[in-house]
T-cell receptor, first 111, second 112 residues
């Protein structure tokens, strides 16, 4: 158990819909990262937040957005979903730039 | 563009055999990490290498960072079924954030 909690673990939704994935980082960790893992692209960095502020952006689509709240939990919002958005979405956390710990992921299936 | 190429993509061996997997890039990284991911779980950090030429050992696993900090290898001695998993390398370019670039991984199966 990494200490990073993600919900939901599995989600099936239809194209065009919007979903929210939630992440609770390890206690004391200020940085939260979101990654997308798919068979064709592998593990891709989406975005990083540090203590509520966006710190780095990767290959995140404009239809996707994220935020980190004062209690340090984070949410990844995925809208206008397409079939190609089906993937495993990981949240990870770290104190700041040291070892990052991954959650177990949220498996999203868009049908 | 895949910045980190891992090879082989798939590897199936018998228990007790040795193996090496590779992680190559045209980019220089300030550090490189190796992770193992098991089904239904997130990647778990095995090691971080920082210095060119650095060799780190973790029980039966030996990790090496290339002299130019562009490539790395993972050697497993006397593989066991518990070593089965997806091995991912990830490079970090440094700076104030911790944006990792991952390879697509080597899926290792160790048969009893």
């Amino acid at each position: 158990d990494s200490g990073v909690t993600q919900t939901p673990k599995h989600l099936i939704t239809a194209t065009g819909q919007r979903v929210t994935l939630r992440c609770s980082p390890r206690s004391g960790d200020l940085s939260v990262y979101w990654y997308q893992q798919s068979l064709d692209q592998g593990l891709q960095f989406l975005i990083q937040y540090y203590n509520g502020e966006e710190r780095a952006k990767g290959n995140i689509l404009e239809r996707f957005s994220a935020q980190q709240f004062p209690d340090l939990h984070s949410e990844l919002n995925l809208s206008s979903l397409e079939l190609g958005d089906s993937a495993l979405y990981f949240c990870a956390s770290s104190v700041d730039g040291d070892t990052i710990y991954f959650g177990e992921g949220s498996w999203l299936t868009v049908v | 563009t895949q910045l980190l190429e891992q090879s082989p993509q798939f590897l199936s061996i018998q228990e007790g055999e040795n193996l090496t997997v590779y992680c190559n890039s045209s980019s220089v990284f300030s550090s490189l990490q190796w992770y193992r991911q098991e089904p239904g779980e997130g990647p778990v950090l095995l090691v971080t290498v920082v210095t060119g030429g650095e060799v780190k050992k973790l029980k039966r696993l030996t990790f090496q960072f290339g002299d130019a900090r562009k490539d790395s290898s993972l050697h497993i001695t006397a593989a066991q079924p518990g070593d089965t998993g997806l091995y991912l390398c990830a490079g970090e370019h440094g700076g104030s954030n911790y944006k990792l670039t991952f390879g697509k991984g080597t899926l290792l199966t160790v048969n009893p």
